[in-house]
């Protein structure tokens, strides 16, 4: 029994160490937005008569909302959103149905909200996707 456990955990080891080195390597925003099929339009100072029917965050700083409609737009926050990575959902603080630079996105994790302050606010126009 003993010369089965040890190639066992050796192969084990090895198939460890070959698959955590072959992780995917994490893509700066720009390229990301680009490789997903996006081209990055200058910022607006809101969207009118929005809804989030999806979202994708692209690191602490950047999310991508789609709207249903032919327009996504790139969410810039001011700063580092620490529960952006554990979202259960998101929102924003908009009350009249337009979203604005003064409002805040809304993280709902399962056991806490987090608020964080808009910087920009760019469409993105669907292009090619690239692989």
């Keep these: 029994m003993r010369l ?19 992780g995917g390597e994490v893509r ?7 490789r997903m099929g996006y081209q990055m339009q200058p910022p607006v100072d809101g969207i ?5 029917e999806g979202w994708h965050d692209l690191d602490a700083q950047h999310i991508i909302i ?5 327009t996504d737009y790139l969410i810039t926050l001011e700063g580092d959103c620490d529960g ?7 929102g924003f603080s908009s009350v009249n149905g337009d979203l604005a630079l003064s409002d805040e996105l809304i993280i709902r994790q399962i ?3 987090y608020k964080c302050p808009l ?3 760019n469409p993105l126009q669907r292009g090619n996707r690239k692989s």
Excluded: M, Q
């Excluded at 952006?84 to 998101?90: E, K, N, R, S």
């Design 66 to 70: 789609e709207t249903g409609t032919p």
């Design 119 to 121: 910087k920009a606010i």
């Design 28 to 34: 700066p925003w720009p390229e990301r937005i680009t």
């Design 48 to 52: 009118r008569n929005y809804s989030v």
């Design 4 to 22: 089965i456990h040890y190639p066992l955990g050796f192969c084990l080891c090895v198939l460890l160490a070959v698959t955590g080195c072959s």
């Design 84 to 90: 952006l990575g554990g979202a259960v959902t998101i």
């Design 111 to 113: 056991d806490s909200n």
